[in-house]
């Protein structure tokens, strides 16, 4: 093998490391939704496992972690945008973090889709005008 065809090929494998690198920053898609009472947050989650999925609350950001093998026999990546192999995302939430509960209400994965619901919460006391 050349020198050129081996630098041609580091060159392709370091692409393709970076361009993976850059659509696992970049996905998944995120829907958010609020009302009143509680924020809604949708995330494709394509090709995952519902248990590889790790989900958190950190103060107003919503942390969403997962991470896959490759499946046996695929080769190695040239493109993965759809179906990236580790997602780490942090979704920072539209509300202050005093009104977020402290503690994901529900979160459910179907069908590639994960769907995470946080109350909103009124803190605060009331302070009486004398």
């Known amino acids: 093998m050349g020198v050129a065809t081996t630098m041609a090929r580091e060159i392709s ?15 998944p898609a995120v829907d958010i939704h ?7 947050v949708i995330v494709d989650m394509p090709g995952f ?23 046996d026999g695929e080769e190695t990546s040239i493109v993965c945008a759809q179906r990236p192999l580790a997602i780490d995302k942090r979704i920072r939430l539209p509300a202050d973090a005093a009104d977020i509960a ?22 605060g006391t009331s302070i009486p005008v004398q």
Do not use: H, Q, W
């Open 13 to 27: 494998r370091e692409i393709g490391s970076k361009t993976r690198e850059f659509y696992e920053f970049v996905l």
């Open 34 to 40: 609020m009302t009143a009472r509680e924020i809604t």
């Open 49 to 71: 496992a519902k248990d590889s999925i790790d989900v958190r609350l950190d103060g107003n950001a919503l942390v969403v972690r997962a991470r896959r093998e490759r499946a």
């Open 102 to 123: 402290e503690s994901v209400g529900s979160a459910r994965c179907e069908d590639g889709v994960l769907t995470v619901t946080i109350p909103r919460e009124r803190r």
